[in-house]
């Protein structure tokens, strides 16, 4: 299996621009999760779905961030309108979940590094 | 607020020598604790996980957890400069597929 897979991995945006990051999880795994991290906050979880369901936006900073899983193979994180103080590595994860016997063990991708000037 | 703490470090041990990353959590009812490693500009990946008190050992790897006490660690044996990385320790608090980082541990092998 590929892994999991994030575009773009890296990218400049200027403030006030929208800004949409991508993720495909590992085939069969029934779990998606969307992270940040920061020198300041370590890494932080931002939302995450089971079965393309969102299950916990507490983590989503503001209205400002909104994510969607339209199907198993593919999800979205977007910023809009992005700020300077969004500037971040954002990873997506993915887990196969209580199939894999309880299993919570999270898999991550390659990570976007967001500059917002 | 549920939290995982570590010592950010950084943590400088000689080659060959054993390296102990320390964590504690503060929810009681955690149930499942991780180790991650991230090298520098690259993404986490496991290293191990452990659910049941006492220790867990995986090659040069052993993680050991108290519950009682809230403490998980790892212990690297005969470290290398491979090793030198960023540990991060995460926790489930069981009812759910969240698991919350601790900030980590910068280690530092030296040849």
């Known amino acids: 299996d590929a892994g999991v897979i994030q575009s773009p991995r890296h990218e400049v945006t200027e403030m006030g621009q929208e800004v949409t990051l991508r993720c495909k999880p590992i085939s069969g795994h029934d779990y998606l999760f969307w992270y940040r991290q920061t020198m300041m906050r370590g890494l932080e979880l931002l939302i995450y779905f089971n079965n393309n369901v969102p299950i916990d936006d507490s983590g989503m900073p503001e209205d400002r961030f909104s994510a969607k899983m339209p199907n198993a193979s593919f999800s979205t994180l977007k910023i809009q309108p992005s700020e300077p103080r969004d500037s971040a590595v954002y990873f997506c994860?993915?887990?196969?979940?209580?199939?894999?016997?309880?299993?919570?063990?999270?898999?991550f991708g390659p990570g976007t590094r967001l500059l917002v000037l | 607020q549920k939290e995982v703490e570590q010592n950010s470090g950084p943590l400088s041990v000689p080659e060959g020598a054993i390296a102990s990353l320390n964590c504690t959590y503060s929810d009681r009812g955690s149930q499942s604790f991780f180790w991650y490693r991230q090298y520098s500009g690259k993404s986490p990946e496991l290293i191990m996980f452990i659910y049941s008190n006492g220790d867990k050992e995986d090659g040069r790897f052993t993680a050991q957890l108290n519950k009682a006490s809230q403490y998980v660690s790892l212990l690297i044996r005969d470290s290398q400069p491979s090793d030198s990385a960023t540990y991060l320790c995460a926790v489930n608090q069981g009812s759910n597929y969240k698991l919350t980082f601790g900030k980590g541990t910068l280690l530092t092998v030296n040849p």
């Open positions: 994860a993915s887990s196969p979940g209580p199939r894999a016997g309880g299993q919570e063990t999270q898999y």
